[in-house]
């Protein structure tokens, strides 16, 4: 026996997402249907759900170290703990 089930998304989602599953030689209801049962499975949400977003500062800070890696000439560096201290003693 089966049951009905009805999801509302918006078009464009529902269409990026039947490309995908065709590519994956499924459709949408096979899709759906393995969600639930992996849900099932693991008895809850089968992939990670969070608001864990960062703060301003975490943002500010991982941008910051982007832009060391992208350019590190730009930022100093030191050999010694002795350069270290000295440069931030001068500061």
């Known amino acids: 026996m089966t049951a009905k089930i009805n999801v509302n ?7 990026e997402a039947e490309q995908l599953f065709s ?3 499924i459709n949408m209801t096979t899709a759906i249907n393995m969600f639930l049962h992996r849900a099932i ?4 949400i089968p992939f990670d759900v969070s608001v864990n977003v960062p703060n301003a500062d975490t943002l500010d800070a ?4 982007a832009d060391m890696k992208a350019h590190p000439e ?3 560096s ?9 440069a931030l003693e001068a500061e």
């Open 62 to 65: 991982m941008r910051e170290v």
């Open 74 to 76: 730009k930022y100093p």
């Open 9 to 15: 998304t918006d078009a464009e989602t529902k269409r």
């Open 23 to 25: 590519k994956l030689g």
């Open 78 to 86: 030191y050999k010694t703990i002795g350069e270290l201290k000295a």
């Open 41 to 44: 499975l693991e008895k809850g």
